[in-house]
């Protein structure tokens, strides 16, 4: 599929990578208006297409009193205004078959978790809204092993896959990015690097899951050099407060010094024969 069948895209011929970039959840109308409006204005002086990013609900928890969300019907409808106060596409991730249909009525993009990117249900059922869908690559998973992923999308009817590869587990309590699979990725769907994602240090003894931010733009650069069609990019303005994934998001403050490289890399990279 070509960046231009997502409603509301702008500079879908830039040659640019796209991002998606937002909160890892909404945790309120304010907090997410704030950087949705932010990044615009940083997105829009590069002509990088983007897509707001923002979880409805946080259902992969390492513990229960973790935060998962402040209403799936309230938060749904501030994603349905950032698209219509800022008129750019929006995706969030789902977690069960239910929740495709009721997302799809909101947003663009349907995302499925790296967890459950196996379950053909889901996928399918998300393929069937008719949106977008962005399949994350398990944690466990070979790159080679998200053709059949893809293929659930097409046999569901649907064209309209992106893959995103969102680190592989390296260890009990690390990620490491295998830049080797983007090439192999790329044969099967338009290739997302999720950034943040990637540098998440899980499973740590407290519940919370830690993460290496100071790494973010040795991995983002890396992407953009090994071709990926996309970035992924978790923000907000106070990581530390951030009720989810504070530990491995960027900081708002770092975002435009973060694409203003990533997009003089991009123009380097396409004048290479």
């Known amino acids: 599929m070509h960046l231009s069948e997502v409603p509301k895209i702008k500079h879908s011929n830039s040659n640019n990578f796209f991002l998606l970039c937002g909160p890892c959840a909404i945790e309120g109308e304010d907090m997410a208006l704030r950087i949705a409006e932010k990044v615009i204005s940083i997105t829009d002086k590069l002509e990088i297409p983007y897509i707001f990013k923002g979880s409805f609900k946080k259902a992969n928890r390492s513990r229960i009193d973790s935060f998962t969300g402040i209403g799936d019907k309230k938060a749904l409808k501030i994603l349905r ?22 997302a799809a009525e909101y947003v663009d993009v349907l ?15 998300a393929a069937e809204t008719g949106k977008v869908v962005n399949l ?5 998973m070979s790159p080679e092993a998200m053709k059949h992923a893809v293929q659930k999308v097409k046999d569901a009817g649907s064209n309209k896959a992106w893959i995103t590869d969102r680190g592989t587990m390296f260890g009990y309590q690390d990620m490491v990015v295998d830049f080797r699979g983007i090439p192999t990725m790329r044969k099967f769907a338009p290739t997302v690097l999720d950034v943040t994602h990637s540098l998440q240090q ?20 890396a992407g953009v050099v090994n071709h990926v069609d ?9 990581p530390a407060t951030a009720k989810s ?11 435009e010094s973060l694409l203003t490289n990533l997009v003089s890399i991009r123009k380097t990279v396409n004048s290479l024969k």
């Open 81 to 102: 205004k950032i698209s219509e106060t800022f008129d750019v596409p929006t995706v969030t991730d789902i977690h069960e078959v239910t929740d495709a249909t009721k």
């Open 111 to 125: 995302q499925i978790p790296a967890f459950l990117v196996r379950q053909t249900d889901l996928v399918v059922a």
């Open 136 to 140: 994350k690559k398990g944690q466990f």
């Open 202 to 221: 899980p499973n740590q003894s407290a519940g919370v899951t830690g993460g290496r931010p100071d790494m973010i733009e040795t991995i983002a650069r």
């Open 230 to 238: 996309g970035l992924f990019i978790e923000t907000h303005f106070d």
């Open 245 to 255: 994934d504070g530990a491995n998001m960027l900081h708002l403050n770092n975002l």
